[in-house]
């Protein structure tokens, strides 16, 4: 179903009553809620009992210079980067010959994934996996909270980890597409993303399970957002000011 500027559950029904609307918003909300607790849960237990074992693994396996030096890596990270979501936005554009609430929305949710993962890295400070080809186990207890102070924030320390921008990008991508064209197939694409950035020892596993659901979170900002946008200038033209 297409999210129109103001759209009621489609449980509710077109003419449900007030009380069938509100149950069936509270049970949304309640689904969303365990949804939410569901992910800061897994990125909990990956970060205490998994991320220490891959990270390991990958490095004295030697499987992410396997990873790094595959001819096709690029293609696959490349989802990853603004830059795709710009052409794949320009692409829908050409396609239906305007620019259309899916082209907008895709592109909002990239500028607000990059907005988030920004701040969440600097906020927490999370080194990578690996420095100067050594492993590293990046635990709270050397976690460098808002990295660099203030200045951090517009200048950004390098070999940051948490959240991988690559992944949140590519997830929010994801995202927009499903709500906007009602495509899943994007979501393929977007693990496939985060499988790379972890088997080439750039992030840990909990550090792309945050960066899935940032991206998430970023397409549904954007949608609110293009929402709003849709809702205000057709209550302008009903109501002009002038």
């Known amino acids: 179903m297409r ?45 205490l009992l998994i991320d220490e074992r891959v990270a390991s693994w990958v490095y004295r396996s030697g499987f992410h ?18 830059y795709f979501t710009l052409i794949i936005a320009a692409a829908i554009v050409i396609a239906y010959r305007r620019i259309s609430r899916a082209a907008v929305t895709l592109c909002l949710s990239g500028i607000i994934a990059g907005l988030f993962y920004t701040i969440t890295k600097w906020v927490v400070g999370r080194p990578r996996p690996a420095r100067a080809g050594q492993f590293f186990l990046s635990l709270p207890p050397n976690w460098d909270w808002f990295s660099g102070g203030l200045l951090g924030l517009f200048k950004s320390t390098h070999n940051l980890s948490f959240p991988s921008g690559h992944v949140c990008v590519a997830f929010a991508s994801a995202a927009a597409l499903q709500m906007a064209l009602g495509w899943w197939w994007p979501f393929l694409v977007a693990v496939a993303v985060a499988a790379e950035r972890v088997l080439e020892g750039a992030h840990y596993v909990s550090d792309v399970i945050a960066a899935a659901g940032i991206g998430i979170l970023a397409a549904f900002a954007a949608d609110r957002l293009t929402s709003w946008v849709e809702l205000k200038g057709s209550f302008q033209r009903r109501f002009p000011s002038h």
Do not use: C, D, Q
Request: hydrophobic share 45%.
């Open 65 to 82: 210079r396997t990873v790094k030096h595959f001819y096709l890596i690029s293609a696959v990270r490349a989802p990853g980067n603004f």
């Open 3 to 47: 999210h129109g500027a103001e759209t009621l559950p489609a449980a509710a029904g077109p003419f449900a009553s007030p009380v069938a609307i509100r149950r069936t918003m509270r049970n949304e909300r309640k689904r969303t809620s365990l949804l939410v607790l569901l992910w800061l849960s897994a990125i909990g237990v990956s970060g």
